[in-house]
């Protein structure tokens, strides 16, 4: 059922159209016939309507390619706004609503050519209340949240790339859980105008992708930065700082011997790899992530908990309520401790290209209930530097963990090209 | 035609109906009279449905007051959602667009007990493009822009306070144009989850009122803020930079006046007024902002620009074009210089409370086709603290004249308390 075009990656796949061998309609009707045989057990798509996307490409395959995007099929986290279809916000609150306006990279990569597949599963507004979808390694357990439906469609070879979003850990957690590279860009890089908003200091808008430079791709082009240079990843010798972070010992023995066990790989290839302890303060941002955007979810989902209260989750109104407990000078104070660690880290970081830590406390976990635990990813989201979780590792239950590398904020390029490096050291 | 009950302020508003002594129904009928009366020449509003704000007032009059804006009609400027009302951006693609959630201000403002009164007229998508908007001082002129029809409406008596939205000059400016106080709060003080983005950097929640602690109160109430200490305004001595900025030669020679005038006046009454000079960098501050926000209006506009460009303003188009020539480096570039002018603002407010500056290169223009120049706006809106214009003089044309107090960032509540105790001592 996997036909080869399914299996290659976005940038081979725009170099096939670029030279007139690959037309974007049968990529898409691969994708679609992916879908199809795979969905019911996956049920990673939120929303899709083939002849939509097939009367994309096909416009596509008229057109001279604008883009490296041209041609492609993206999927789109349902938390990003869409004219075409439905976005739910995976919220019955929002069942069946129709946005007036693309959100910015939704229309950006229209306008470069790209093709909008469908709409990707989201938990409930983005935060811990499950959706639908199933780890398509095992479909037994989650495919962690909240970007589940885009880390599941990536990983099962439904679509190369899908948009996704972080305010915790939910690009790298799923994507490492699905075994997929999950990409966090630096705050900022990204437009995020359409986004549904929870925590404006937080929500970002990134990348789930099979390959490094697939996850370089789209944010190159929507941002208008110049490509990473994974020409030169055979010629690098990056400065790594293994960084267990504050919480190690959250992380199950499997991941840490993962972990460990790539150390002395990755000197062999040629790297510095040193550990590097975070300082105490860092052991208090899992908290400060928690008070930051619990005020902000309080705030921003004012009209649905005032007028929808019943259709919000539990552990949702739980999270809000704890939020109208934060007060004003609390909510300053985790500015201002988030200030102070971003710039103790941009200090690290002059000695160390990237850190590298684990993704996930370990492989996603059995059930639906729950999907998993946000733990390595508030840190590096409340730094706002940029974050990829590479699936270089398998744990005991055959199920993916995820190396996360990352580096200093707006070195999105440099840090790619590391985590790629990275990548082939330990893909070996 | 002008009740009583259209002179007082939201505070002294509250009070009353606190006691009983005033229902919001009466408050929002004299409302509706007074924009009966004067909306054929002002223009201030963009939707109206007087029913609804009736509607809401009688609900208030029967439940206990929620908080200190429970009862008082609010403006809310038409690029922020409303669900009961159309949200038409100020542009023609989205006639008639019915939002699917309130902006999280608005539905705070309800859940506070305040009413919302009507959406006033925003310029296109709160940039440059005048709406129908005139003067109430003087009709024949601008109201200023982009909050035009909130500054309007505030200073005809139309509503006590209204929301605006600042990107460049867009609270300040039309404030100072038609009288009114206006408040461009710090940055992040006020959730903007549902403003119709433009500029994620810059774009700034903020109030129109006819007093300072009226301009106040929304922002105390929306972001748990603990409210300014108004009742120690006769007990400061303000530390006041007198800051003629880099754009001083762009002030007429009225607004030069009113302002060097006033430094002898604010001496006497017990201030310390020295001058303070930027550095160069901050010169080139008009300029950064334009790359800034221009680099984010053509992204966040893609939707726009690319489905209905015929219905865009051609000096909208030109700035949004303007956008795709600014490199991602250029764009990085405009945050490294902010932030270097923000931290050497932060070393001037060591020796200064506030700085006051002028709001406008003058007295309103006349004629609708512009709504003035953003020049002394743009230094503090990039620079996020708090900015509050006081009408405190008068012109040539007898129309109004701003003086604008600026604070370090995050210190609000002082810089409004300044703000006052400046009013009072340029009123006597």
Redesign the interface.
Known sequence: MIDKLNTLSATELAAGIAAGKIQSEALVAACLARIRAREPEVAAWAHLEPEIALRQARERDRQAPRSRLHGIPIGVKDVIDT?DMPTEYGSPI?KG?R??????C???V??LGGVILGKTVSTEFATRHPGKTHNPRNTQHTPGGSSSGSAAAVADWMVPIAFGTQTSASIIRPAAYCGAVGYKPTF?LL????LK?LS??LDTLGMLARTVPDAALIAEE?????PARFDEVGAIKPRIGFCRTPYWSQADAATQAALEGALPRLSKAGASVTPVELDAEFATLADVQIRMSSY?FY??????R??FPKLISDSLMQRIRGGAQ???AQ??ET?EIAQRCRARLDDIHRNYDVLLSPSAPGEAPRGLASTGEPTFGVTWTLMHGPAITLPVFTGPKGLPLGAQVTGPR?SDARTLVAAEWIRRALSN
């Not at 946005?99 to 910015?104: E, K, L, M, Q």
């Not at 437009?191 to 359409?194: C, K, P, T």
């Open positions: 004219t929002y609503h946005p007036a306006c693309d959100a910015a939704v229309a950006q229209r306008e900022n437009n995020r105008a359409g908003f404006e200091s929507l941002s208008g930065s110049p902000e705030r921003a989902l004012t009209y649905e005032t007028r934060v007060t004003r909510y300053v500015h707006g």
